[in-house]
């Protein structure tokens, strides 16, 4: 989606200002906050800082132009933000319908005897996997 680069508030009184130089060209990567352009008037000198994440894709306003407050200066087209090391979203999605599709598992047994020490000398279990006393019986 196009971002576009406005004219800021100057100031109060200042309603126009000069295009002193651009910081990035036609194509650079900016990232938000980043200054794009400086402004000049006769009262201050500022820079103009990228809204969003992207690549400026058009400058409209060249150097050494008079601009006035809400003036586009140019234009950045928003880039996809990655996130290092975090897998991709379609990575993600094919994940989740293998393990969908993936024929259930059958739940882990608890051992269902009690621990040696809770068990009167005369009781015994039997593994129920294995139909024989279990190594917790003994």
Known sequence: MP?????????????????????????????????VAEL??????????????????RIERKEGEDVKVGDVLGVIEEAPVEVSGA??????????????EAPPQEPMQRNPCPPPSGRSAKSACVCPAAGRPSPAAS
Do not use: Q, Y
């Open 40 to 57: 000049e008037t006769d009262k201050v000198n500022l820079e103009v800082g990228a809204e969003r994440t992207g690549v400026l894709v």
């Open 3 to 35: 971002i576009r680069i406005v004219v800021p508030e100057l100031g109060e009184s200042i309603v126009e200002a000069t295009v002193a130089r651009w910081l990035k060209r036609e194509g650079d990567h900016v990232a938000v906050g980043e200054a």
């Open 87 to 100: 897998p991709k979203l379609h990575d993600a999605i094919s994940s989740a319908t293998k393990e969908a």
